[in-house]
């Protein structure tokens, strides 16, 4: 990967600035060569849909401004090329976007260098299709490649863009958006087993999507987000400009840290600050059923997990199990934590800050901080370090049916109030349920919310996912697992955070509120609705960037940023 070289001769040759120049080939040679390439990517068994104009003018425009026109027949698929549909499926990660009934683009575009990505949003925008852009595919609602605005539109899907480079010594790294957190963790622990990047243990989740909407992982209490540690990028703008950190200004580079992906631009790589761990970190798991005192330990935990040492991050996960004794349905609560340290260092501490829990040396393993995400992950102990490579790995948030919220946490919820929760997860619908409550403070209670987009800092005792999952022969009956979510959505209301009811970017809900299409002069006032909620006082900051550099709204969807009209 060629990282920040010229900017403005790469602008000039391949984008010539605002795309009225195409590549410094003359107009009669490309008229001439069309009617050639348009043979060629006719006869390659594509179908151009039932209305073929869209298709074939895209196809044709893409065709005139790729540097090497032929390459287009390894970079382009549409309905009828053997491998679209496996294309557009590889990396959609909720199953229940990907029914005969989803909307389908009418492109899927896999770029191999930034100027493939430059002529397609060239000839999206003179065509008036709208673009989606596909990192890892873990947009919860499926934004990154499809909508439900029943529109012609283009999938950029950025796997072929996925270079890490890991610069030791400076404690660095680029980063291509295309690559997934695995990936980014397997080159730097191939490196040092000294260096770490704080982003989530989800290690499928491609890092384009993760550093965009904030991402919370196992040293957000100790460095932050990983969005807080990006220290420069590279963007292609809506006009099709190549821009960094400098060219875009302060206030573009503020938006793309953490102000939702798919509003300001396509970021092709971003330049990361990886932080100090020890060669060796203590993971722990105690697992309490509601006979072993579970509602008791969680709301003690809820005042105590905060005030932890930054070094110990906390979670608990709450599904329903069989008894191990009786085998009757029962609650059951999982404390994870990850300690930036030992055994011997972390037990004392524990049984200072929480002696209630009981922890004991046997609950823990010391390993190295990559090894902790995959057991952080996959609850397994031994894998090899080439798991994180794997970009196929199923998990409650990948390669499944499912649908998700989130809630913010500022007060403790009182023992009654989840004892009158826990009835819900006994019901059919919430077999494969779970809700993970991950502790705030540290690092978090430091940063101003406005520092950067993310704004859910101080104040918040922890964060809440909810979860559930269901297979593929019980999708017809989706919606009774889509309520079932809705209900203990509503039943926590008088325990979560009120004015806005807060919830986090990348773990996107549509129930909270969309965009309407076609509808820009009133998009502000629909867009506020979810804008406070993600955003809160963020929000009218992020419009105010939109407005600048994207005035006519050419990266859109249900939930994008909206300029003022």
């Known amino acids: ?13 391949i984008a010539c600035n ?9 107009p009669e040679i490309k008229l001439n060569m069309f009617p050639f390439l348009l043979l060629i990517l006719l006869s390659l068994s594509w179908r151009i849909s039932a209305s073929p104009q869209p ?11 790729f540097h090497n026109s032929s390459s287009i027949a390894k970079l382009v698929y549409t309905y009828h090329n053997s491998s679209y549909s496996s294309v557009l499926k590889s990396s959609a990660q909720n199953f229940r976007f990907t029914t005969p009934s989803t909307p389908t683009p009418l492109a899927i575009v896999t770029p191999f260098h930034a100027s493939h990505i430059q002529a397609t949003v060239y000839c999206c ?3 008036g299709l709208q673009v989606r852009t596909r990192s890892g595919g873990h947009d919860f609602e499926g934004l990154s490649y499809t909508t439900a605005y029943k529109v012609p539109f283009v999938v950029i899907d950025l796997v072929n863009l996925r270079s890490v480079q890991v610069n030791v010594e400076k404690a660095t790294a680029w980063v291509e958006s295309g690559a997934t957190v695995g990936e980014l963790y397997y080159e730097i622990a191939r490196k040092t087993r000294t260096l770490a990047f704080p982003a989530g243990i989800g290690h499928t989740v491609g890092i384009g999507g993760q550093l965009s909407g904030g991402g919370l992982g196992s040293l957000f209490r100790k460095y932050g987000l990983a969005s807080d540690n990006v220290i420069d990028a590279r963007l292609i703008d809506a006009y099709g400009r190549i821009l960094d950190k400098k060219s875009m200004g302060e206030d573009l580079f ?14 092709l790589a971003w330049k990361l600050k990886l932080v100090p761990v020890p060669a060796n970190v203590t993971a722990c798991t105690v697992s309490k059923t509601l006979e072993q005192n579970a509602t008791k330990l969680v709301h003690q935990w809820q005042s105590i997990a905060r005030k932890f040492p930054k070094e110990i991050q906390s979670s608990i996960a709450i599904a329903r199990v069989n008894s191990s004794e009786d085998g009757k349905m029962t609650i059951q609560a999982s404390y994870g934590s990850v300690f930036l340290g030992s055994i011997d260092e972390l037990l004392p501490l524990m049984e200072e800050k929480f002696p209630e829990l009981g922890l004991v040396k046997e609950d823990c393993l010391e390993m190295s901080w990559a090894e902790s995400i995959l057991y952080g992950a996959l609850s397994i102990i031994g894998l090899p ?5 794997n970009r196929t790995q199923k998990s409650a948030l990948s390669q499944t049916f499912f649908k998700a919220k989130s809630d913010f946490v500022k007060q403790p919820i009182s023992e009654s109030g989840f004892e009158g929760l826990w009835p819900k997860f006994y019901e059919d619908e919430a077999k494969s349920a779970v809700m993970v409550l991950v502790a705030y403070g540290g690092k978090m209670d430091e940063i101003p ?14 964060s809440i996912l909810y979860v559930v999952n269901w297979e593929e022969e019980e999708n017809k009956n989706s919606e009774k697992f889509m309520n079932w979510m809705r209900r203990v959505y509503s039943y926590m209301t008088p325990y979560v955070s009120k004015s806005p009811r807060e919830a986090y970017v990348n773990y996107r809900d549509l129930d909270i509120g969309t965009n309407k299409f076609n509808h820009d002069k009133g998009s502000y006032t629909e867009a506020k609705v979810w804008g406070l909620k993600y955003f809160k006082n963020n929000f009218d900051r992020l419009v105010h960037v939109k407005t600048k550099v994207d005035p006519q709204n050419f990266f859109k969807h249900e939930q994008s940023i909206p300029p003022l009209f």
Not at 1 to 13: A, E, Q
Not at 255 to 263: N, Q, T
Not at 385 to 389: A, D, G, M, Q
């Open 254 to 267: 503020w938006a793309i840290r953490g102000g939702g992906g798919g509003s300001f631009g396509i970021v």
């Open 125 to 127: 925008r003179k065509h």
């Open 449 to 462: 919310e406005t520092e950067y987009p993310y704004p859910h800092r101080a104040g918040n005792l922890y």
């Open 1 to 13: 990967m060629t990282l920040p070289t010229n900017l403005s001769i790469i602008n000039n040759v």
């Open 55 to 65: 298709a074939e003018e895209f196809l044709r425009c893409l065709s005139l401004r």
């Open 18 to 26: 605002t795309f009225q120049c195409s590549h410094n080939i003359h």
């Open 385 to 389: 370090l080439e798991t994180l490579l």
